[in-house]
C-alpha cells in the first residue's frame, strides 16, 4: 500500500520527496504554459494591436484575458470544493490553448479579443486548483516552498519568453506567437493526467456545499462590472462619470458575496490578506502593461528589446519569493518591506517614462518591483491558506485571485484613463502621473500589513 501524499519520509520534508514529485510536476506544468503566453503576449502587444488597427483596445488586450479569468476562477474554485482539482485543471489547459489558436488567426481587434477572453477562462480555471493542490498535497511546513516553487517555475519562461517572442512577430510575425504555445499548452495538459490521477487517489477531499451568493452568476456580474469601469476608462469624456458609476454598482455585490467578510474595513486576518493581494497587483500590473508601450513609443524600442526588462523584473520576483520563504522573519515587516520596495519599483519608472533617459534604465528599476512583488505574493497565499477551513480552500483561494484580478484591472484602468485624456503626445506625462499614484498604492499597503494578524 502506497503511503498518502501528506505523508512525510522524514522529520523535515522536502519537495524532491518521492511521495510529493508528481504534484511538483504538475504545478511546473500548469505555471510554465501561463507564464510563456503571460510575458510572451505583453511583449508582442504594441506589435498586436498596430496589425490589428486597435490601438484604442490596447489595454483591452490585457483586460479581456483578466475579466474572463473571474469567471474560470469562480466556477473552479467552486468545482474544486466540491470535485478535487481535476476537472477544472484539464478543461481550463484545453480552453486555453483553444483561445491562443483563436488570438494567432484573428483578423481584426475582436477576434483577438475573444481569443483572449476564451484563454483566460481557461487560465482562471487551471490557478485557483493549484491553491487545492498544495493545500491537500503537501504538509503545512511546505506551504512556503510550494508557492515560491510557483514564482520559480516563471524564471524559465521569463528568459526565454519575450526575446523569443520579439524574435518571432519581427521575423515570420507576431501570430506565431499565439500558435506557437498552443501545443505546448495540449502538451501540458497530456503531462498532467497521470499526475491528477494521483492526486485525485490521494487527496481526501471534503464535499462541501458552496456558500450562499458564491455562484458562477456572481463571477460573470463581477466581470460586467470590471468590464464597464474599463470602458469608462476608455471614454476620457462626461460619458465616463455615469459609466464608472454602474459598473462599480455592478461590482459592490458580487464581491460582497465572492470575498471574505470584512474585507471591504479591512478586518483582522482573512479581510486584510485580500485586500493587499489586490493592492500588489493594482500597483505592479497597473505600471507594467503600459511599459512596453512607453518603451516603444518613447524610446523607440523593438519588440526585441522591451522584454527584457519584463524578464529581468520576473527573475527578480523569483529569487525574491525563494528568499523570503527561506528567512524566518516577521510576516508584516515582510509584508512592509515586499510593499516598500515595489513602491520604490514603480516610483524610479518615473525616470523611465523621461524620452531623454537611456531605455535600459528600465531594466535595473522594474527588477527592484519584481522583488517587491516577489517577497508580498507567497506570504498573502501561505496566508490564505493558513487562515481558511478545508471546506473553503477553494472558494478563499478564488477569492484572492479575483483580488488579483480585481487590482489589476483597476490599475491598469486608471493608467488607461491619463493615457486617453492626455492622448499619446503627452503619454510622457500620463505614465508619470499614473506611475506616481500606483507608488502610492504600494505604500497604502504597506501601512495595510499590520492587519494581517492580530497583535494583542
Not at 270 to 298: I, Q, S
Not at 381 to 403: F, K, R, W, Y
Request: proline share 5%; glycine share 12%; charged share 10%.
Amino acid at each position: 500500500m502506497t503511503a498518502p501524499l501528506t505523508q512525510t519520509l522524514s522529520a523535515e520534508p522536502r519537495l524532491l520527496d518521492r511521495q510529493y514529485r508528481l504534484p511538483v510536476i504538475g504545478i511546473v506544468a500548469v505555471v510554465t504554459v501561463v507564464a510563456i503566453e503571460a510575458m510572451a503576449v505583453t511583449t508582442v502587444m504594441p506589435t498586436v494591436v498596430r496589425a490589428l488597427h486597435g490601438l484604442r483596445y490596447y489595454s483591452w488586450g490585457f483586460t479581456a484575458y483578466l475579466l474572463s479569468d473571474v469567471v474560470g476562477m469562480v466556477d473552479a474554485g467552486r468545482r474544486a470544493d466540491r470535485h478535487g482539482p481535476t476537472p477544472s485543471l484539464l478543461g481550463g489547459m484545453v480552453l486555453f490553448a483553444a483561445g491562443l489558436v483563436v488570438a494567432a488567426t484573428a483578423t481584426d481587434i475582436w477576434v483577438f479579443l475573444l481569443g483572449r477572453v476564451l484563454q483566460g477562462v481557461g487560465g482562471g480555471s487551471m490557478i485557483v486548483p493549484l491553491y487545492i493542490v498544495v493545500a491537500r498535497g503537501f504538509p503545512e511546513s511546505l506551504h512556503g516552498r510550494a508557492f515560491a516553487l510557483m514564482s520559480a517555475a516563471w524564471v524559465v519562461p521569463s528568459l526565454v519568453g519575450p526575446g523569443l517572442a520579439g524574435l518571432v512577430a519581427s521575423t515570420v510575425g507576431w501570430r506565431w506567437v499565439f500558435g506557437g504555445i498552443a501545443p505546448i499548452a495540449l502538451a501540458g495538459a497530456m503531462t498532467l493526467v497521470p499526475v491528477l490521477r494521483t492526486i485525485g487517489h490521494d487527496l481526501d477531499l471534503t464535499r462541501g456545499a458552496p456558500r450562499k451568493g458564491r455562484g458562477l452568476l456572481s463571477g460573470i456580474q463581477l466581470a460586467l462590472g470590471l468590464a464597464t469601469l474599463q470602458e469608462a476608462a476608455q471614454l476620457a469624456n462626461w460619458w465616463s462619470i455615469p459609466a464608472t458609476l454602474v459598473g462599480a454598482g455592478l461590482c459592490a455585490p458580487p464581491l460582497l458575496a465572492l470575498l471574505p467578510q470584512g474585507w471591504f474595513r479591512l478586518s483582522y486576518g482573512l479581510g486584510t490578506v485580500v485586500v493587499l493581494r489586490g493592492v500588489v497587483t493594482c500597483a505592479f500590473f497597473g505600471a507594467e502593461a503600459y511599459l512596453p508601450l512607453t518603451l516603444t513609443r518613447l524610446h523607440g524600442g523593438t519588440p526585441r528589446t522591451v522584454g527584457i526588462p519584463l524578464t529581468i523584473a520576473s527573475l527578480g520576483w523569483s529569487a525574491a519569493s525563494w528568499w523570503q520563504q527561506r528567512r524566518s522573519r516577521d510576516r508584516v515587516m515582510s509584508l512592509r518591506l515586499g510593499f516598500v520596495i515595489l513602491a520604490a519599483g514603480i516610483g524610479l519608472l518615473l525616470l523611465v517614462a523621461m524620452p531623454s533617459t537611456s531605455l535600459w534604465v528600465a531594466a535595473p528599476v522594474w527588477s527592484l518591483a519584481g522583488a517587491g512583488i516577489g517577497i508580498v505574493m507567497p506570504i498573502v497565499s501561505v496566508l490564505i491558506l493558513e487562515l481558511s477551513p478545508e471546506t473553503e480552500q477553494g472558494a478563499n483561494s478564488a477569492a484572492i485571485q479575483l483580488a488579483d484580478i480585481t487590482g489589476s484591472i483597476i490599475g491598469i484602468a486608471a493608467v488607461a484613463v491619463l493615457v486617453n485624456g492626455l492622448s499619446l503626445h503627452h503619454l510622457s506625462a500620463a505614465v508619470s502621473i499614473g506611475d506616481a499614484l500606483l507608488a502610492a498604492v504600494a505604500l497604502c499597503g504597506a501601512l495595510a500589513a499590520a492587519r494581517v494578524v492580530r497583535r494583542d
